[in-house]
């Protein structure tokens, strides 16, 4: 089931995971004709950076979380925030997409002798229908023709299981829908995904390739990838059977060793875990009032305990925005970034490597996220292939489901526990599983990660605005996840509530969203499970009974216990109905017309303290 990294067509990079590495010099000769012009540039050098000399700039650039964004994403997920001078927050609108992503990235490398391109996981899954629809292949294709150097791997890339993983990655038509263009066939990705801690269970080998190493005239840095320790349980447990996920620390200290071993003393880890800023602009010091101070979540003590041998932790999986220094177990400072996600941002880092040492300098490293404005010419590649994909897709997304008055937001902030479109959707699961031979949900639980974009009134095409179309609502749920009706007890509901803010949810709480009639009190000035109100909790005005059976409409994700909520495993007399997707879409057009649009639902059923 490995995947094997292959070489790209221009000897762009050198591969070198466990393998020997090749010369700069034997690739250069073995370049074709018409590479030559490059070869010459990069045989004489040239640039304004340093790169003959004892000391080399080594230009960095790394994203995150692009989840097969090629379109620019709309509302909430299409805006950042940034400080001004004054310490004011400003709102920047129209941001990201992939054609304006590959001209920024293009623009940035200019005049650096030395740039590396990497991603630290969830390129694709959870992806919108034009990407989704295509199991990804156009975001891999849209990668390749990016550049990207290498990527760790992130929970969304087991979105379809292990074996669909090492499709992307060597190439093939899909196993069951066969090639997708006549005459083409699917090439896979042409940079190398890693995971180090991903393992089989039984034969204990890494699942892709552990690390990979970058080498250009001599420079060498390695790169070690990894996903959060905690994937199986944010994915489907079938396609994940037989792997295991092993602790991040332990695993990118092995194998900083075993780089070391090859003579490799310049690393980056690419982890696809991340941390929680205490400001959302992308520009916050997160440094201030000291290294470190502004920021929390899992990332701290992982990079706090990272071998001090790592120069630089690129980050993910909370789309958060930050370029902060966190100590290294010696003390040293050392740079934590990530860029947000849907390639909104990009980070630019300098590693200043030294020859002598072939170490990097920590104390010349400098980081700055930068933002993916629409204000460029957008690259004319991406553009195509956006544009040949979306034809392909056309005859299903274009297809109008409901109306709505307004934009019916999702919001980024992880601080905002109820959704307007949370409530929607848990309001259209309540109703598709409610009938009696359908399975007489009382209530609707739905996981808040599942819910991947805003609803946005503005047209995306010719539909006109206010008409949702399919192609919109499946960039809203993309998993087309079944959905269930289970009984649970009182005592199991509240337990349920308890998960959000407690066990593997305690240090990043996950606040489902709810359907209407079902309320409670959420009290953040409280830690762990005692910040759900028991005696608040109530379905219809009635406080829940402990001992009552109640049946509830959910997911299978989260039926499977899925998102840290074992509990829900407990569930009995579980009955299957349609996808979520087809329920939302349902609901979307028995309650909604152009004369009525649907309005923007209130978000009153849980109340917060803080």
């Not at 620390?249 to 090859?262: D, F, G, P, Q, S």
């Not at 808040?448 to 010719?462: D, E, Q, V, Y």
Request: proline letters at 5%.
């Amino acid at each position: 089931m490995a995947a094997t990294p292959r070489m790209n067509k221009t000897g762009r990079r050198i591969l070198a995971a466990g393998a020997g590495l090749a010369t700069v010099g034997a690739l250069v000769a073995a370049m074709p004709s018409s590479a030559g012009a490059a070869g010459d540039q990069f045989a004489d050098g040239y640039g304004n950076g340093r790169g003959w000399g004892r000391m080399v700039d080594v230009q960095l650039l790394s994203f995150n979380d692009l989840h097969g964004n090629l379109e620019p994403p709309t509302g909430s997920s299409g805006r950042v925030t940034r400080l001004k001078e004054d310490g004011t927050p400003e709102t920047i609108n129209d941001v990201g997409g992939v054609e304006y992503l590959a001209t920024h990235l293009r623009q940035a490398r200019q005049g650096n002798r030395y740039s590396v391109t990497a991603a630290a996981g969830d390129m694709i899954g959870a992806s919108p229908l034009v990407s989704g629809l295509f199991h990804d292949e156009p975001t891999i294709e849209a990668l390749n023709k990016l550049k990207l150097d290498v990527s760790s791997v992130g929970n969304h890339e087991f979105d379809e299981g292990a074996r669909e993983l090492a499709r992307i990655q060597n190439g093939g038509c899909h196993p069951t829908e066969g090639c997708f263009e006549e005459g083409k066939t699917f090439e896979g990705a042409n940079f190398p995904y890693l995971a180090a801690n991903v393992t089989d269970e039984k034969s204990g080998k890494p699942l892709l390739d552990p690390y990979f190493v970058w080498e250009r005239d001599g420079v060498k840095i390695g790169f070690i990838g990894v996903t959060l320790e905690g994937t199986a349980n944010i994915v489907s447990a079938e396609g994940i059977k037989g792997l295991k996920f092993g602790d991040e620390v332990e695993t990118i200290n092995k194998y900083a060793k075993v780089l070391e071993r090859k003579g490799v003393k310049s690393i980056v880890a690419l982890l696809h875990e991340g941390g929680l800023p205490a400001s959302g602009a992308y520009n916050y010091d997160c440094d201030s009032p000291g290294p470190g101070n502004g920021i929390s979540g899992p990332i701290v003590d992982i990079a706090k305990n990272v071998s001090p041998q790592v120069d630089a932790l690129v980050t993910g999986h909370t789309h958060q925005a930050y370029a902060c220094t966190i100590a290294d177990p010696a003390g040293k400072p050392r740079t934590v970034t990530s860029a947000a996600s849907f390639g909104r941002l990009y980070t630019d880092t300098t590693l200043t490597y030294d020859r002598r040492t072939k170490d990097i300098v920590r104390t010349a490293v400098a980081s700055a996220n930068h933002v993916v404005t629409r204000d460029v010419l957008p690259a004319d590649d991406m553009s195509k292939l956006i544009k040949r994909w979306k034809d392909l897709a056309a005859p299903i997304a274009g297809r109008p489901v409901g109306h709505i008055s307004a934009d019916i937001d999702n919001p980024l902030d992880a601080t905002v526990y109820e959704k307007p479109l949370g409530n929607l959707i848990a309001d259209a699961q309540l109703e598709g599983m409610a009938p009696a031979d359908k399975g007489g949900a009382q209530l609707a639980l739905m996981n808040p990660g599942g819910i991947r974009a805003p609803l946005t009134r503005k047209a995306s095409g010719a539909e006109g605005d206010g008409v949702v179309t399919y192609g919109e609502a499946y960039t809203v749920q993309p998993f087309t996840n079944m959905m269930t009706a289970v009984d649970l007890t009182g005592t199991q509901l509240i337990t349920t509530l308890q998960q959000q803010v407690s066990g593997l949810n305690l240090a990043s709480p996950k606040i489902l969203q709810v359907s209407k009639g079902f309320t409670y009190t959420l009290d953040m000035t409280k830690t762990g499970a005692d910040r759900i109100v028991v005696d608040s909790v109530r379905l219809n005005g009635q406080a829940i009974d402990p001992a009552k059976t109640y049946r509830v409409a959910m997911n299978e994700f989260l039926a499977g216990g899925g998102d840290g909520f074992a509990v829900l495993k407990e569930h009995r007399n579980k009955l299957v109905g349609a996808s979520d997707l087809d329920m939302f879409t349902a609901y979307l057009g028995a309650h909604s017309s152009a004369a009525a649009p649907l309005p923007v639902p209130a978000t009153d059923r849980i109340t917060v303290v803080k």
